[in-house]
């Protein structure tokens, strides 16, 4: 059974860090790619990270993924956040083309 477990959420100045973790379970990990997205307020939901290599350009620079092949945990690296960086993130994978999400974590990015 493939499940996904986000943390590390939570309350953090403007210019703060966080570093959220998605823990993982029932697949390949290093087989099957982990993806960041997250869902403002309003609006729809957004891919962030994927691959390791494609970054949303509001987030360059500022944001970077990790993994723990010991641990099946993918993390997300949040520095210099902006108050527009407040959202609910999700992690997600795709495997034998069925999609598993996350139930996401709040990041509230305010002074």
């Known amino acids: 059974q493939v499940q996904l477990v986000e943390s590390g959420g939570g309350l953090v100045q403007p210019g703060g860090s966080l570093r959220l973790s998605c823990a993982t379970s029932g697949f390949a990990f290093s087989v099957y790619p982990v993806?960041?997205?997250?869902?403002?307020?309003?609006?729809?939901?957004?891919?962030?990270?994927?691959?390791?290599?494609?970054?949303?350009?509001?987030?360059?620079?500022?944001?970077?993924?990790?993994?723990?092949?010991?641990?099946?945990?993918?993390?997300?690296?949040?520095?210099?956040l902006k108050p527009e960086d407040t959202a609910v993130y999700y992690c997600k994978v795709r495997v034998r083309g069925l999609e598993y999400w996350g139930q996401g974590t709040q990041v509230t990015v305010s002074s």
Not at 47 to 61: M, N, P
């Open 35 to 80: 993806t960041w997205y997250r869902q403002a307020p309003g609006k729809a939901r957004e891919l962030v990270v994927s691959g390791g290599t494609f970054y949303v350009d509001s987030v360059k620079g500022r944001f970077n993924i990790s993994e723990d092949y010991g641990k099946n945990t993918v993390f997300l690296q949040m520095n210099s």
